[in-house]
């Protein structure tokens, strides 16, 4: 499984860099305005310096919700940089957007995946991912997971490259119940990632060993 962060805040995005486990990033328009980014050319030189952090894919959102507008936008981003994927929702002229990125050769994300049906229009129209919100289905009380395991067989079934990437990750169990139905990626915050890190009995392991060194 691939991971990827979700935030716009380079130092996270370095901390997980450093960490060795980070595959790309995924950002948004909150993101960016969380980090307090704003204006176009403010927006485009913090995507190159996320791109100069990390070695994969970086997902740049449109704006726009028109076709000529997503095609504009899309275009823009990925001329920004190689690892530069275009991020687009997923309506129907945000479908139609995908559709004539994918002959292009350029590379897109579908964003706000809520169903099985959606994730099957974006395999077919030519999206590299698809990113099911599984949080905010679980918000609703709906099973996230069941649609990551819906996508995942669709896929198979019929050979579909594009990559599932679980989104809306809350807590590190997300991660992990991703990963055993066989997601491509989860692009989750910096705070799920390192808590796969933690243990109780690592920690009680750990102190045991340094108190026995230290006899």
């Known amino acids: ?27 948004n328009p909150t993101l960016m305005a969380k980090e307090g980014i704003k204006g176009k050319e403010n927006i485009i030189n913090h995507y190159r310096a996320i791109c100069d952090i990390v070695d994969g894919d970086v997902s740049a959102e449109v704006i726009s ?24 929702p997923m309506i129907k002229e945000g479908v139609k957007a995908i559709r004539y990125f994918s002959g292009k050769g350029i590379r897109t994300n579908c964003t706000l995946v809520f169903s099985a049906g959606q994730a099957l229009l974006a395999a077919k129209a030519g999206a590299s991912y698809v990113s099911p919100f599984i949080g905010r289905l679980d918000d ?69 060993f340094l108190a026995d060194a230290a006899k």
């Open 65 to 88: 919700t028109d076709f000529n507008g997503m095609v504009k936008e899309g275009e823009e981003l990925a001329a920004l940089h190689p690892q530069i994927v275009v991020k687009v």
């Open 1 to 27: 499984m691939k991971f990827f962060i979700d935030t716009a805040n380079l130092a996270q995005i370095k901390e997980a860099q450093d960490l060795g486990v980070l595959d790309g990033v995924t950002t």
């Open 140 to 208: 609703v009380s709906v099973d996230g997971m069941e649609l990551i395991s819906d996508i995942r067989l669709i896929y198979d079934n019929y050979g579909f490259e594009t990559e599932i990437l679980a989104a809306s990750i809350r807590h590190p169990m997300h991660i992990i119940q991703s990963a055993k139905l066989g997601a491509d990626v989860a692009t989750c915050p910096l705070s799920a990632i390192t808590a796969l890190l933690n243990h109780p009995l690592t920690d009680k392991g750990l102190a045991q």
